[in-house]
């Protein structure tokens, strides 16, 4: 592919371990002013600080107003999927601007719940008529991407992508398991293209002057809060068990949701890569340069900044995980996808360990980079699935037993 006119050519990716680089990480237990951190309550303190260069240097910052929200059931079905599940759709309505399109939640309640159910809450990349092949969930209206499965027109929703992302959200099986789901389109928070800002949260909260104003990421971040807003309300949620999970894009959002909102009660990162878990300062897969390049509006506009200068970022990729300690947290890589850097999640994960430790808790612990499908860790877990970039049941079978094990 030529590169366009008056653009410099890309660098080539590289994948090849000793190619990576030296670097030095800073240290999450060293506070600005130079202090190291001993004590959980110092913690707090430096984890305000590192929130802040998150915000000013990374995803930008998230407006800290309260927004009224109004919850609308607009359906209920008592025997969903054959009997397994209560099927809740909610929309979130933003009272003060009539103009946004709501959220609208897909919420799946296992009918043998003797109380309140522990949740897994993603967003998914389609509409949540992709997620499930039942025919009476409304497409969405909004806008949706093209490229994913070829389904769309004109970038609107058609009766063919019906269960196109079914296989990610194995629904029976997390409701068997005795776990709620719920999830909504991203794109009701925020269209994912450049202008896509225009018509979501963004377009009447942040400030588009500033080199910290807030990019996608982080407005698709405040959406799982809205929506932990909602979860907090449902009797039959236990709200204290929400586990925030996304994949890829969303991945890195849900990572900066559970960095900032302790409500969440455990975090799932699944091959969020660049952005995401794994380490900036890896020359390995995508960068800084190639992510800030071709998908600025993730980030707020400083992040561009440091595109040829990665070394002087004041954060990296593990003080992100950090902020989630000692919250359970689960990053899962895959081995076909070199892309998101399997090494580099991993590396982030150990990196994050002393915060742990802090909490008396074990992260990751002592271990090596794990053979492929060989999950290793303790309060912060790992794997390496061997395929492609995507969520699939092994995924999914690895999630369901550390919140058995860490949530529930
Ligand atoms: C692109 C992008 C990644 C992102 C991925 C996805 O590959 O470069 O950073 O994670 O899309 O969201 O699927």
């Given at each position: ?45 430096r984890r305000t600080e590192l929130l802040q260069l998150f915000a000013d240097n990374v995803y930008g910052q998230t407006p800290a ?209 660049e952005g995401g878990a794994a380490l900036a300062r890896r020359w390995y897969g995508e960068t800084l340069e190639r992510i800030s ?77 794990p053979g492929l499908n060989e999950p290793v860790g303790q309060t912060v877990r790992y794997h390496n699935r061997s395929g492609k ?20």
């Open positions: 592919l030529q590169p366009a006119l008056g653009q410099a050519p890309e660098p080539p990716a590289n994948y090849d371990e000793a190619k990576v680089g030296t670097f030095t990480l800073p240290d999450p237990l060293v506070s600005k002013a130079g202090k190291r951190i001993t004590t959980p309550a110092d913690w707090q303190k107003q309260a927004v009224k929200l109004r919850f609308q059931v607009s359906n209920v079905d008592q025997a969903a999927l054959n009997g397994l599940a209560t099927r809740k759709q909610i929309s979130i309505f933003f009272t003060d601007y009539p103009q946004l399109p709501p959220i609208d939640v897909l919420l799946y309640i296992p009918k043998s719940a003797q109380k309140p159910a522990p949740v897994f809450l993603g967003l998914n990349f389609c509409g949540n008529h992709c997620v499930t092949t039942e025919a009476d969930i409304p497409l969405s209206t909004r806008w949706v991407s093209n490229v994913i499965g070829n389904v769309s027109v004109n970038n609107r929703a058609t009766e063919k992508a019906r269960g196109l992302q079914a296989t990610r959200w194995p629904i029976e099986t997390v409701l068997k398991r005795g776990y709620a789901l719920a999830t909504a389109y991203y794109g009701d928070i925020e269209p994912d293209y450049p202008q896509g800002w225009h018509t979501g949260i963004r377009s009447v909260l942040g400030d588009t002057t500033k080199a910290s104003n807030w990019g996608a990421i982080g407005a698709w971040a405040w959406g799982l809060s809205r929506i932990m807003d909602y979860l907090q309300t449902d009797p039959a949620i236990d709200s204290k068990r929400v586990m925030v999970m996304g994949h890829s894009r969303i991945g890195k959002a849900s990572l900066w949701a559970g960095a900032q909102d302790t409500r969440f009660a455990a975090v799932i990162s699944n091959e969020s890569g390049t071709h998908f600025p509006h993730w980030f707020c506009p400083r992040y561009t900044t440091y595109s040829k200068r990665v070394a002087e970022l004041p954060v990296d990729q593990h003080e992100l995980l950090a902020l989630i300690a000692p919250r359970p947290l689960y990053i899962a890589s895959a081995d076909g996808d070199q892309w998101s850097d399997p090494r580099g999640e991993f590396l982030s994960g150990v990196e994050a360990e002393g915060v742990y430790r802090l909490y008396g808790k074990t992260g990751l612990g002592p271990v090596r980079f970039h995507d969520v699939t049941d092994y995924d999914w079978a690895q999630y369901l037993r550390f919140a058995d094990e860490l949530v529930r």
